[in-house]
């Protein structure tokens, strides 16, 4: 299987049933897509794949073959941080960060479909768990970005 990994061509050779996760983590050395429960609810292991997020610990590799694959890895150019990544930093979103890798690809496919997101639209598409509780200012840094007009 090939799978266009942050850009990178990468070639698997796997059981197609293995989940995203565990192929590009155990496989790829891609540590930023976390285990969290195992069944697709929380969210630490969102990956975007041609731009959708997923939940690549129920996403089957072969379903990702010859596909693009963006994890948290991938969104900074170089040493310029993505938008959504300098926000999550001028709004202290972190706490233990475990679950941030998927928040902010969760963000950034939301930015991409609505640029200009309600709370609303952002109480939906934010559905991963945070466990430390940073909801609100999860919030306030997508509004930062959706208020800036940059490009995600």
Known sequence: MKLTVNGQVRTLDVEPEMPLLWALRDELDVKGPKF??????????????????????????????????????????????????QAWIDHQVPQCGYCQGGQLLTAVALLRKKPKPSDKDIDAAMSNICRCGTYARIRAAIHDVAKKGVKV
Do not use: F, W
């Open 36 to 85: 969290g429960c195992g069944v697709a609810q929380c969210g630490a292991c969102t990956v975007l794949l041609n731009g959708d997020p997923v939940r690549a610990c129920s996403y089957p590799v072969s379903a990702a073959d010859g596909q693009q694959v963006v994890t948290i890895e991938g969104l900074a150019k170089g040493a310029k941080l993505h938008p959504l990544q």
